[in-house]
């Protein structure tokens, strides 16, 4: 496959992956009974798409996010995702002990804490094995 071919398909990737993912809010939106969730979040997904494409023409950020090619940009992004993870993770643990205190079981936060936590040792388990 072609260089020029490569950045092209990777260009669209993100763009790709926001539509099927408004496609996918939309079509649970509507079988679930909740249209305005259905429109509103296929609306956020086709916007944020378009915008990336869009910012893309003017954004070195955007356009090194898309096309993948430059590496402080992917470096950047790795450490961006990190902080993200971390936060999610915090929000998940910090929620998991409001509903305890509440009274509740903690479910489905202790779950989704699990997840991470198992996802993370095999991710590095996997990382270590293959350097």
Same mark, same amino acid.
């Given at each position: 496959?072609?260089t020029?071919?490569?950045?092209? $398909? #990777?260009?669209? /990737?993100?763009?790709?992956v926001c539509?099927?993912?408004?496609?996918?809010y939309? *079509?649970?939106?509507?079988?679930?009974? !909740?249209?305005?969730?259905?429109?509103?979040?296929?609306?956020i997904?086709v916007v944020?798409?378009?915008? =990336?494409?869009? /910012? #893309?023409?003017? #954004? !070195? @950020?955007?356009?090194?996010?898309?096309?993948?090619?430059? !590496?402080?940009?992917?470096?950047?992004?790795?450490?961006? @995702?990190? &902080?993200a *993870?971390?936060?999610?993770?915090?929000a998940?643990?910090? =929620?998991a &002990?409001?509903?305890?205190? $509440?009274g509740?079981d903690?479910?489905?936060y202790? $779950?989704?804490? /699990?997840? +991470?936590?198992?996802?993370y040792?095999? +991710?590095?388990?996997?990382?270590?094995?293959?350097?």
């Amino acid at each position: 496959m072609s260089t020029a071919k490569r950045c092209l $398909q #990777s260009r669209w /990737a993100t763009p790709v992956v926001c539509l099927v993912a408004g496609l996918a809010y939309l *079509g649970a939106g509507l079988a679930g009974g !909740e249209p305005a969730f259905a429109w509103v979040g296929f609306g956020i997904m086709v916007v944020f798409g378009a915008a =990336m494409l869009a /910012a #893309s023409r003017f #954004s !070195e @950020t955007a356009k090194g996010l898309l096309d993948r090619r430059d !590496e402080r940009i992917n470096a950047l992004d790795r450490d961006a @995702t990190v &902080i993200a *993870g971390v936060v999610v993770i915090l929000a998940i643990l910090v =929620m998991a &002990i409001v509903e305890i205190a $509440q009274g509740e079981d903690g479910s489905p936060y202790f $779950q989704l804490a /699990a997840l +991470a936590g198992v996802s993370y040792a095999v +991710a590095l388990l996997w990382l270590r094995w293959r350097r």
